[in-house]
């Protein structure tokens, strides 16, 4: 049987290559994204259905959930960051609300499915989940939130056959870090610190994810692995 499993994010970005990973590797994959605008120029990929799913809100949630009946895996994707801006209170909250609120709103949506089919979860951590970004500390606070939610799902959940690790991504050539990559000051600077010396692939954090959501993966739940090249590790 195929299996299936949610990517929320999952048209843009790291989401977007996660989802195509995936796909590629034979699963059914829910794309799942706030924007219409989104699905509608997303390329068609077979193994790939999108649909609008806003992670803020429990009746979007309870509503695309309640409409799927098998789920093998989730990966949680949809996150924001408002650069300069979130030391303003409405700003940081919003942050927030997508990347730790939305995380856990939809893990707990996908208990119940994922418990019957003893599947698993990846959550999107970041770098900032170690250490701190000045620009962005909603989008800081958010990753190290989610990395400390992984861990606490992972031990409440084992019992139920369900794991959850979570992925921490560097510098991955995305529209995120588009600016970054377009201006030779910035990211001359990123590579220098890099010890690969290169952006990372949404292809590889894919690869990853997909080992995570495996049987090679079994034995391995509460757990944050870094995808950054070794940007970590000096």
């Known amino acids: 049987m195929t299996k299936s499993v949610l990517v929320t994010g999952g048209t843009r970005g790291i989401g977007a290559g996660v989802s195509k990973s995936l ?19 997303f390329e068609n990929v077979p193994g790939i259905e999108c649909l609008l799913l ?10 695309v959930f309640g409409d799927i009946e098998q789920l093998d895996g989730l990966v949680n994707c949809a996150g924001i960051l408002m650069r300069g801006a979130e030391y303003d209170l ?3 909250q ?14 707990v949506a996908a208990l119940p499915l994922l418990t019957r089919s003893k599947g698993a979860i990846v959550n999107t951590a970041s770098m900032l989940s170690t250490f ?4 962005v500390p909603a989008y800081t606070a958010s990753k190290g939130g989610v990395s400390q939610l992984t861990k606490a799902l992972a031990g409440k959940w084992a019992a139920d056959g369900v794991r959850v690790n979570a992925i921490a ?3 991955i050539e995305t529209e995120m870090t588009q600016g970054l990559r377009d201006d030779p000051s910035r990211g001359d600077a990123i590579l220098a610190r890099t010890p690969m010396g290169r ?18 993966a079994s034995f391995v739940t509460g757990a944050v692995y870094p995808v950054d090249g070794g940007y970590l590790a000096i």
Request: some cysteine; charged content about 20%.
């Open 94 to 107: 919003k942050v927030i609300d997508v990347n730790l609120t939305g995380t856990m709103r939809c893990c």
């Open 54 to 63: 806003d992670v803020t809100d429990p009746t979007s949630v309870e509503a």
């Open 90 to 92: 409405d700003a940081f």
């Open 199 to 216: 952006w990372g692939k949404t292809a590889e954090v894919g690869a990853l994810v997909k080992w995570l959501l495996s049987g090679e």
């Open 23 to 41: 796909a590629q590797a034979g699963w059914s994959v829910i794309a799942a994204t706030i924007s219409q605008a989104e699905i509608e120029a």
């Open 169 to 171: 991504p560097g510098w």
């Open 132 to 135: 701190g970004g000045p620009l």
